[in-house]
C-alpha cells in the first residue's frame, strides 16, 4: 500500500523538527572515513553497527523517507520495493545493504510486516544518523539518500535527493558494487 489516508502519527515531534526544508548539501567526500552509527534493525532484532563491518565488506546505506507505517513517500515506496526484490542480488556481490528510516520502532515494525522486508532496517526516529550524513529534510521528514562504503569503510560513492532523481538507480548502484 503506497499511501492511506489515516494520518495517525503523522504529525509527531518528528514531523515538525524535519519541516523546514534544509537541502541535501552533504560535505562527505569521496575516500572520506563514514560517520559511525548503531541502530537497531528492526527486520532481524539485532543492533548494527556500521564500523563493525570494516575489515569485512562493503555497505550500502539508503537512506529512506516514509512518512509513518501508513504514509510513504511516493517518490521512496517504489525504491524500496526493488531494494527489497534485488537484496540477494546485492549480498551475492558480497555487499551487505542497510536501509535507515526515521520511523519508530513500532511504525518500523509494520513497515517490515507489511511490505515483506528482507533488507535490515534500521529505526532512527531521533535523525541523527540522517543529519551526521547531511541527507537534509522536507515536510517532515528526512530527504532519501545512497552511501557505498567500501570494506574499508571510505566513501565511495553518494547519491543525495534530487527531483530529478530522488533515489539512485537501483541497477546503477548493483554495477558499481560489482566493480568493488
Known amino acids: 500500500m503506497l499511501t492511506s489516508n489515516n494520518f495517525t502519527g503523522l504529525f509527531n515531534e518528528r514531523f ?3 519541516f523546514v526544508p534544509i537541502p541535501a548539501t552533504n560535505n562527505l567526500h569521496l575516500g572520506q572515513i563514514t560517520p559511525d552509527f548503531e541502530l537497531p534493525d ?3 532484532g539485532r543492533e ?5 563491518y570494516r575489515g569485512v565488506q562493503p555497505v550500502i546505506i539508503a537512506f529512506t523517507r516514509i512518512f509513518t507505517e501508513n ?10 520495493k526493488g531494494m527489497n526484490e534485488n537484496y540477494e542480488q546485492f549480498t551475492a ?7 535507515i528510516t526515521s520511523t519508530d520502532k513500532y511504525q518500523s515494525q509494520k513497515v517490515v510486516k507489511d511490505l515483506k522486508l ?9 535523525c541523527l544518523t540522517f543529519q551526521a550524513y547531511q541527507v537534509g529534510q522536507a515536510l517532515g521528514a528526512p530527504l532519501p539518500a545512497q552511501f557505498v ?6 566513501l565511495r560513492l553518494k547519491h543525495l535527493f534530487s527531483f530529478f532523481s530522488p533515489n539512485a538507480e537501483i541497477e546503477s ?5 560489482a566493480a568493488l
Do not use: A, W
Open 71 to 80: 504514509q510513504y513517500c511516493p517518490l521512496c515506496y517504489p525504491h524500496i
Open 93 to 99: 556481490r558480497g555487499v551487505e545493504l542497510l536501509m
Open 149 to 154: 562504503i567500501d570494506s574499508q569503510g571510505k
Open 42 to 44: 528492526i527486520t532481524n
Open 48 to 52: 548494527v553497527k556500521l564500523s563493525k
Open 16 to 18: 515538525f523538527r524535519n
Open 118 to 126: 528482507k533488507i535490515p532496517l534500521l529505526s532512527d526516529p531521533s
Open 173 to 177: 548502484l548493483l554495477d558499481y558494487v
